[in-house]
């Protein structure tokens, strides 16, 4: 697998990713590596590598990587990628989508339900129509819950900016937020970070990041890129890979949830948390997941990350 920028150890999805293929190489007999991307200049390169290096499905973790991708791929018709959280870019290419705007929406009625100031706040990795899908999941639970909350924003524009993550939450709980949610990458570790510091909530992404700060890290908006990954490399040893596709995962498989940590939660949270759950499966709560769904529900002022 060829990381993105933010690294084999974000504690975030590109670990999630690893371990499933580390899943993959105990259960399956898989040979797995991965490329760690220092820059989005390390793309091209490190996907190449691994094609020489004979590797039989190459996955690259998330979207930054898509625009190189379809280049590489189609270089190398005969090779098989796979890429985490965009659509497939190629014939040979399968995409691998999850509804994270359903598990950010449980996330934000945590939030709703948590915060004493009736203030939380958002940090975002980058700005695009797929890390738009927390923001669009987040605010939809907050209104939700308490309509009278406001919610900060900040864009780092990059998930490997632990310093940058930090300085905007720690502004964000001066300002009067005390419960900060991210989906950032690596740059969320500063995020969880500044609650450590702060005594304040956090909100940890992909993985229960619960571990980073027990006393801080309220739940996790889970994503589990290493069940996918691993069905990828399980579908690759039985010969059953669909390139030219796409899969996509959602709440009914699990795939996306909150992360069964819970001890800083109030009851009052655990039940407004499982109550909006059952909401989703039941088809009774329909999160958007684009702008045009979402501006339809809430209004195009709501959410401006994606003006």
Not at 151 to 179: E, L, R
Not at 280 to 289: D, F, T
Request: glycine residues 10%; charged residues 20%; hydrophobic residues 40%.
């Amino acid at each position: 697998m060829v990381t993105d920028t933010g690294g084999i150890n974000d504690q975030s999805f590109n670990a999630s990713a690893w371990a499933g293929l580390q899943r993959a190489q105990e259960e399956l007999g898989c040979e797995v590596k991965y490329f760690e991307s220092k820059t989005d200049a390390d793309y091209a390169p490190n996907l190449e590598t691994a094609v020489d290096e004979g590797y039989d499905l190459i996955l690259c973790i998330g979207f930054l990587m898509a625009d190189t991708l379809k280049e590489v791929a189609a270089n190398y018709p005969d090779q098989t990628f796979a890429i985490v959280d965009n659509s497939s870019v190629g014939d040979n290419v399968i995409g691998v989508n999850f509804a994270t705007e359903q598990c950010s929406y449980l996330v934000g009625v945590a939030a709703a339900t948590m915060t004493q100031t009736n203030n939380v706040g958002f940090v975002i990795g980058m700005v695009s129509p797929v890390m738009n899908t927390f923001g669009y999941g987040f605010y939809a639970g907050v209104r939700d819950t308490n309509p009278d909350c406001q919610i900060q924003c900040y864009n780092a524009n990059s998930f490997g900016d632990a310093a940058g993550g930090k300085a905007a939450t720690i502004n964000m709980y001066t300002n009067g937020a005390d419960v900060v949610y991210h989906a950032a990458g690596a740059t969320g570790l500063g995020v969880i970070e500044a609650g450590k510091e702060q005594s304040k909530l956090v909100i940890g992404v992909d993985q229960d990041q619960s571990s980073l700060a027990p006393e801080a890290v309220l739940t996790s908006a889970v994503k589990r890129v290493d069940n996918g990954v691993f069905a990828l490399c399980k579908d690759g040893v039985e010969g059953t890979l669909k390139p030219g596709s796409d899969v996509n995962y959602d709440i009914t498989s699990g795939a996306v949830d909150v992360a069964p940590t819970d001890t800083l939660m109030s009851d009052e949270c655990k039940a407004a948390v499982a109550a909006a759950k059952e909401k989703i499966l039941s088809g009774e709560i329909k999160v958007p997941a684009t702008t045009e769904a979402f501006d339809a529900a809430y209004g195009s002022d709501y959410y401006t990350l994606d003006d």
